[in-house]
């Protein structure tokens, strides 16, 4: 399975946000904000693993600024690290007007996809990845300890056999 490069799976989608996705504020709702970012990410995952995805799990998600009734967002998906089975996604969300003014970061969280066997419908191997810029390789470091602290959130891994973050959760 061949190495492959960030920019290769690299996704940008967009969108009018049109009154019926929008609360009686005229502010998007945050659930029509997820959906979108899952899309993003998942189609992102997908050409990475070459392979359907599903979706595992959303980390924090932060809703730093209001995107409005009218604007236009733009949603950038990238696969920060390959492990065995799964890939990690880093979407970010910008919002602007109309004119592409008032530009500003909104949204932002981690994903995890398991790629899907298309005989069987179980997990399959996935194609490593190769940070090339400064910024690809600080994602890549510190994804495998955002994967251990997801996986001792959900109870799949006890916190001394984190060999990343253990130090957080046993003192010395």
Same mark, same amino acid.
Request: with cysteine.
């Given at each position: =399975?061949? !190495?492959?490069? /960030? ?9 009018? $946000?049109?009154?019926?996705? +929008? *609360?009686?504020?005229?502010?998007? =709702? ?17 050409? %990475?693993? @070459?392979? %359907? ?6 980390? %924090? ?14 949603? #950038?998906? +990238? /696969?920060?690290?390959?492990?065995? +089975? &799964?890939? @990690? ?13 008032? *530009? ?28 090339? +810029?400064? #910024? @690809? #390789? ?21 916190? !001394?056999?984190?060999?990343? $973050?253990? &130090?957080?959760?046993? *003192?010395?």
């Amino acid at each position: =399975m061949r !190495e492959k490069k /960030v920019i290769e799976s690299k996704t940008v989608m967009t969108e009018m $946000i049109m009154p019926n996705d +929008t *609360n009686p504020l005229g502010n998007l =709702m945050g659930g029509n904000l997820l959906r979108w970012m899952d899309i993003a990410g998942g189609i992102c995952a997908g050409r %990475h693993c @070459e392979a %359907h995805v599903v979706t595992a799990s959303v980390d %924090h998600v932060s809703f730093k600024k209001p995107i409005h009734v009218g604007d236009v967002i733009t949603i #950038e998906a +990238t /696969v920060t690290r390959a492990f065995k +089975t &799964s890939v @990690e996604v880093n979407v970010q969300v910008y919002a602007a007007d109309i004119k592409g003014s008032q *530009n500003r970061r909104s949204n932002s969280a981690f994903f995890t996809f398991v790629a899907i066997d298309d005989v069987e419908r179980k997990p399959c191997q996935v194609p490593s990845l190769l940070p090339l +810029t400064k #910024e @690809e #390789e600080e994602l890549f470091a510190g994804a495998l300890r955002r994967r251990q602290l997801r996986l001792i959130l959900s109870g799949r891994l006890k916190p !001394e056999e984190a060999t990343e $973050i253990k &130090s957080l959760f046993i *003192n010395p």
